[in-house]
T-cell receptor, first 111, second 112 residues
């Protein structure tokens, strides 16, 4: 079945640093790809998504590009803020099955 | 105007008890899910219902029983609670053919 692998955390960055969280997927066919974010004490919120190869999802300064050749969907942000501290989940969806999540990466941004 | 709502938000109970968690969505979605998030934040699908019918039932002890009285509700009943059931349980919903899932705020279950 489908699976998603993302880099282990925690990741600790200073404010305004550059963020990359790696995510790779395995799937039969071409899944839709997502990044969800979970702020402390809250549920998951969709951050961005891409539904086909070379699509770029973006939201709140975060970006991720669907790379079919490397089966990757890395999350990036040029300048993180303290308010970005959260757990980030990469996920894939192949139509007939529920979302498959990576194990989550905790990001802590310090002022 | 909450999209996916779960109750209760926190649940503390003793081993051996039976408890229920309720989930409701007002998005008009036809598919609902239960996920379990363990202490390491790993999210694992438990059940998936489409139009009130069970579609997916992952390897979950039969002490867990989902019930969907209508398309807008998917409740989770847990019998004979064990310490290992302590986790955060998330309800989610989506529309067939649409890739985005919406999540509830989660229910933190603590079994003592």
């Amino acid at each position: 079945g489908d699976s998603v692998t993302q880099m282990e955390g925690p990741v600790t960055l200073s404010e305004e640093a550059f963020l990359t969280i790696n995510c790779t997927y395995t799937a039969t066919g071409y899944p839709s790809l997502f990044w969800y974010v979970q702020y402390p004490g809250e549920g998951l919120q969709l951050l961005l998504k891409a539904t086909k190869a070379d699509d770029k999802g973006s939201n709140k300064g975060f970006e991720a590009t669907y790379r079919k050749e490397t089966t990757s969907f890395h999350l990036e942000k040029g300048s993180v803020q303290v308010s970005d501290s959260a757990v980030y989940f990469c996920a894939s969806y192949s139509g007939n099955t529920p979302l498959v999540f990576g194990k989550g990466t905790r990001l802590s941004v310090i002022a | 105007d909450t999209a996916v709502s779960q109750t209760p938000k926190y649940l503390v109970t003793q081993m051996g008890n039976d408890k229920s968690i309720k989930c409701e969505q007002n998005l008009g979605h036809d598919t609902m899910y239960w996920y379990k998030q363990d202490s390491k934040k790993f999210l694992k699908i438990m059940f998936s219902y489409n139009n009130k019918e069970l579609i997916i039932n992952e390897t979950v002890p039969n002490r867990f029983s989902p019930k969907s009285p209508d398309k807008a509700h998917l409740n989770l009943h847990i019998n004979s609670l064990e310490l290992g059931d302590s986790a955060v349980y998330f309800c989610a919903s989506s529309l067939t053919g649409n890739t985005e899932a919406f999540f509830g705020q989660g229910t933190r279950l603590t079994v003592v």
